[in-house]
């Protein structure tokens, strides 16, 4: 079982940029798939990004490419979202998700373990 905190959310302006970083309990962290989602009010968990366990492929949704980067230290059993360049339509409560399949993978519906969840508000 893995236990995963997020925290790094907060209010930003436009343009603005943030780190979030999710922190995962347990030794078996590294063999973990992770993946960030998000989810605005009156919609759906959506896909932002995910990376492979060994931090050697990552995936990101369209709208965040070239803005958002994961990253991962399996030392620390953390993993990060640096958020750029960000926009009102980022504003979600932003979720970290571990996932012990062999391909990394998009769907919320395919991940084992969720933390509880860091806001993120970005005003125009």
């Known amino acids: 079982q893995v236990q995963l905190v997020e925290s790094g959310g907060g209010l930003v302006q436009a343009g603005d940029s943030l780190r979030l970083s999710c922190v995962a309990s347990?030794?078996?962290?590294?063999?973990?798939?992770m993946g960030w989602f998000r989810q605005a009010p009156g919609k759906e968990r959506e896909f932002v990004a995910a990376?492979?366990?060994?931090?050697?492929?990552?995936n990101y949704a369209d709208s965040v490419k070239g803005r958002f980067t994961i990253s991962r230290d399996n030392a620390k059993n953390t993993v990060y979202l640096q958020m750029n360049s960000l926009k009102p339509e980022d504003t979600a409560v932003y979720y970290c998700a571990a996932d012990q399949s062999i391909v990394v993978r998009s769907a919320p519906s395919e991940y084992d373990y969720w933390g509880q969840g860091t806001q993120v508000t970005v005003s125009s």
């Open positions: 990376i492979r366990w060994n931090g050697r492929s990552t």
């Open positions: 347990g030794r078996t962290f590294s063999t973990y798939n």
